[in-house]
């Protein structure tokens, strides 16, 4: 009889254990899904993306046969390519792990509602509206962003700098680079300094040499850290 006492009890326990591990497993502490196990937007991918508004026109980029293209009244600039696909992996990776609200009367409350916050809106090569959200205000760290789908009531706390990366100024999305060169496809180079002309030749094996106004190998330290600047 004692037995069966005893083993009707440790049932009892690891039922109940099996209760508190499925409902610790599966939801935050703000009743979303556990961390890690829902995307923001499942199934979007980065590469069908061919073109990006933010802040409903403030900041748009277009990809043309490749390259992605700040788009302005004026022209369209070449963009940091680091940067944009920074961004569309960040939009990819983006969790429901930390829903701290889904009543459409708060949205104001976080900066999610129709109309505020910044938008941002991604399109296929159709033009086709692939994905959409708000971020609205700061989190409590200053760092964190709360987001919002375009089409969904709820609001997410998403931690990182999502929200100083989207306020940054048009000139720093453009691409800062001169020129795209790299050093192994140099052979020539010629320097104008007041009235000399220095004149450099690159040898087959790597070697640079100056021409003129001395014929002399030059050093090739030097050489490589005008390629770098």
Do not use: C
Not at 58 to 85: C, I, M, Y
Request: hydrophobic share 40%; proline share 4%; glycine share 10%.
């Amino acid at each position: 009889m004692k037995a069966r006492r005893n083993l009707i009890l440790l049932i009892a326990l690891l039922a109940a254990g099996g209760v508190a591990f499925f409902f610790e497993g599966s939801f935050s502490l703000h009743g979303g899904p556990s961390k890690g196990t829902l995307l923001v937007f499942p199934g979007f991918e980065p590469w069908k993306v061919n073109k990006i508004d933010i802040g409903n026109g403030d900041l748009v980029f277009e990809n043309l046969d490749g390259n992605w293209f700040l788009v302005t009244e004026s022209r369209h600039h070449p963009a940091d390519r680091k940067q944009v696909t920074a961004l569309l992996q960040a939009i990819r990776e983006l969790k429901r792990d930390n829903i701290v609200s889904e009543n459409r009367s708060k949205h104001p409350l976080f900066g999610v509602k129709a109309g505020e916050g910044t938008e941002i809106v991604f399109f296929d090569l159709d033009g086709k509206r692939l994905a959409g959200f708000l971020v609205g205000k700061k989190g409590p760290d200053g760092l964190s962003a709360y987001i919002r789908r375009t089409d969904g009531d709820e609001v997410i706390l998403q931690p990182g700098n999502l929200r100083d990366h989207l306020d940054k100024p048009a000139k720093l999305w453009r691409e800062r680079k001169i020129f795209s060169l790299k050093s192994h496809d140099i052979v020539e180079m010629t320097f104008q300094i007041e009235q000399e002309t220095i004149l450099l030749n690159r040898d087959t094996r790597g070697g640079w040499f100056i021409v003129k106004p001395v014929a002399r190998k030059a050093d090739g330290g030097r050489v490589e850290q005008v390629f770098r600047s």
